[in-house]
């Protein structure tokens, strides 16, 4: 079985990304979605600056639209980290990281499995 076909998957959610601005507008949940999604394929090409543009993007984005609290804004907040940690930016992980577990402590609760990966999203970047 072939592996991914990365440039294949980039084409669609670029053109997928401009109809959804074009009907939806650039703050619809599905554009955003679509957005988040376009990052994960450049994040998993290991193409960390086109993902973290997009990142940014939706973050704010979310922020705005959403809240700061809101549990897509928080993944995308923890999405920007890795990418972060991946580049070698452990400090702005380290901080984007610490928001998210403490903003999960209080919304889903300390035992929740997204504080769980929260805090352990830390931790590994608190090893590197």
Do not use: C
Request: no cysteine; hydrophobic share 40%.
């Amino acid at each position: 079985m072939p592996g991914p076909l990365w440039s294949d998957a980039e084409a669609l959610y670029s053109v997928l990304l401009e109809k959804r601005k074009l009907v939806l507008g650039d703050d619809h949940p599905d554009t955003l979605m679509t957005m988040s999604n376009f990052a994960a394929t450049y994040w998993s090409q290991g193409h960390w600056k086109k993902a973290e543009a997009l990142e940014v993007a939706v973050m704010e984005k979310r922020k705005r639209v959403l809240r700061h609290d809101h549990p897509d804004t928080l993944e995308t907040m923890g999405n920007l980290a890795v990418t972060y940690r991946e580049n070698g930016r452990l400090n702005d992980a380290e901080v984007l990281e610490v928001v998210v577990m403490e903003k999960r402590k209080q919304l889903p609760g300390e035992d929740h499995p997204d504080t769980l990966i929260a805090m352990g999203n830390l931790a590994y970047t608190y090893r590197e």
